[in-house]
């Protein structure tokens, strides 16, 4: 009967997995494929769950960094990601004291913020520094 616990547990695991793509309750379906196939030969549920447990335990916290790795090998970054560090041009004048102020990175155009509180005028290059909510945080470039 624990048999076909563990291998409902391991088929929902699996179909969590395909769903989230997380990385994470795959590890756990491998614990609970261990448990199905000792549960196959030894009936005992607290050995089961104690495998279950170990098994998952550690794939978890010994593979999972090192798949991740080179999972992630490949991830572009994000447009927010990407465009720190990158050169803008201020369209419209930045003012921190009256809120206002527009730059284009990219061929979109964000609204921008001084990060010293210096007043920025539009045609200016700047760098940004960051990203706060859905404004750049930016810096006048300096020449050279």
Known sequence: MNSIAWLILLAFL???EMITLGLTTIWFAGGALVAF???LFYDNLLVEIILFLV???VLLFFTRPIVKK???STRTKTNYEAIIGKEALVTATIDNI???GWAVVNGLEWSARSVDGEI???GTKVVIESISG???MVRIKKEG
């Open 37 to 39: 196939i000792v549960s």
């Open 120 to 122: 920025i005028e539009k």
């Open 55 to 57: 098994i998952s335990l």
């Open 98 to 100: 009256t809120n206002s």
């Open 134 to 136: 859905v404004k750049l």
């Open 70 to 72: 080179y999972f992630n």
């Open 14 to 16: 699996i179909l969590v």
